[in-house]
């Protein structure tokens, strides 16, 4: 009996197992159940500190044989039961269960390893998460933690809990599954370090002073517009939390934690709280103004009590529907399209084009450098121009610790 995985040997054992599993009437509470869900818990573990490449995720592995054979959501009704079951399931707002699972290998032909990948079970509670993933250490380094006397190896649920214990007792759990938020990135992101990031984030959120509670409808272009005109000053970028905080926004810069690869993240604390946090990871005036307005493009659009959070690395395209709409946003946002289409800048790459466009728009001429280069994708022309360097110094306070 496999009770856990050391090899690679043990690993192909298991998912043979796990197959056998599936194909059995399995179901919670039965002996089989309970091994299914035991050795579904034991590859994931495997599976994250293995994995040396990005694999699909199970909603991607679905998309992907649906694109194989030719399939819409109308031929899922028969494997997943109701037209809502497959919307969420496919929006990734609802995880795949044992049954579903099941389903689909039969139905779909999908290997059991594709729809395991990175999946949390629904059910999930506190003594099934593994408390010594979370990077405790790193976290001390960086005074998140200031609990001293501890080992870490024993006491890492008590370190863990105390330290989410300001945010509510339910809160890790849901913070690790993967339906309450989505992720951007080609590279595979360490949940728990993102997890902890978040919590990181939503604490310090707690302690800002509100003015006001924010509204929806209270983000437009022309807001978005006006905050841009912030990054003509040398020291725009520490006057953007007093701007959002005065219609209810939160904004917070904190270094990204290893095996996140974060540049931003938009999230919901609480019903009314939206906060937008920012990396710094590049240390960029053009990459500081994308990254904040794509975020915001997701508060205005997309964060809702469905999916509570969305962490970015922007270094990537993504298909994804939402990811695509805040792109475009932002980018009209920086430099409407109206204005980029009759700009020498769009088909001149010298520094008097971006000048020119710069100034007529009233933003530096990082922002305008950096659409160029994005354009042509040309990212070593107008390097002088993009503000290397610019935008760490301005927030000292949050990055003396926990650079990449």
């Known amino acids: 009996m496999i009770t856990a995985i050391n090899s690679e040997l043990d690993y192909k054992a298991a998912l043979k197992e796990i197959e056998r599993l599936i194909d059995l009437p399995a179901r919670a509470g039965t002996q089989d159940g309970d091994r299914l869900n035991l050795l579904t818990l034991l590859v994931q573990d495997y599976e994250q500190k293995h994995s040396e490449s990005r694999t699909l995720d199970p909603i991607e592995a679905i998309r992907f044989r649906m694109e194989q054979m030719n399939l819409t959501p109308r031929d899922l009704l028969p494997l997943l039961g109701s037209r809502s079951r497959v919307s969420e399931v496919l929006s990734g707002k609802l995880p795949l269960s044992l049954s579903m699972i099941r389903a689909l290998q039969k139905g779909l032909g999908i290997p059991a390893k594709a729809l395991l990948q990175e999946q949390f079970l629904p059910g999930m509670d506190e003594e099934k998460i593994d408390w010594e993933r979370f990077p405790i250490k790193e976290m001390f380094n960086r005074g998140w933690i200031k609990q001293k006397g501890y080992t870490v190896r024993h006491e890492a649920r008590h370190i863990m809990k105390q330290f989410f214990a300001p945010l509510g007792n339910d809160w890790t759990p849901v913070a690790l599954y993967k339906h309450s938020h989505y992720v951007r990135s080609a590279r595979q992101m360490d949940p728990y370090a993102v997890a902890a990031w978040k919590a990181r984030v939503c604490i310090r959120a707690l302690d800002i002073t509100m003015p006001v509670e924010f509204k929806p409808g209270t983000i437009t272009f022309q807001f978005m517009h006006e905050l841009t005109h912030l990054s003509v000053l040398t020291d725009g970028p520490r006057h953007v939390g007093e701007y ?66 969305f962490y970015d690395d922007l270094d990537v395209d993504d298909p994804n529907e939402q990811e695509h709409e805040a792109d475009q946003i932002a980018g009209e946002a920086l430099i409407p399209e109206d204005e980029w289409k009759r700009s020498p800048a769009r088909n001149l790459r010298t520094p008097e084009a971006v000048e020119h466009l710069a100034n007529k728009l009233r933003i530096h001429p990082a922002i305008v450098a950096g659409r160029i280069r994005h354009h042509y994708k040309a990212y070593r022309v107008l390097n002088r121009f993009v503000g290397h360097g610019r935008i760490r110094s301005l927030f000292s306070e949050s990055l003396e610790i926990g650079r990449e």
């Open 244 to 309: 959002l905080r005065n219609v209810g926004i939160g904004f917070i810069v904190e270094p990204h934690l290893p095996d996140t690869y974060l540049d931003g993240a938009a999230i919901l604390v609480k019903d009314r709280l939206p906060v937008i946090a920012l990396t710094l990871r590049h240390d960029r005036v053009d990459n500081f103004w994308f990254v904040l307005m794509h975020e915001l493009a997701h508060i205005w659009k997309h964060l809702n009590s469905g999916t509570s959070a």
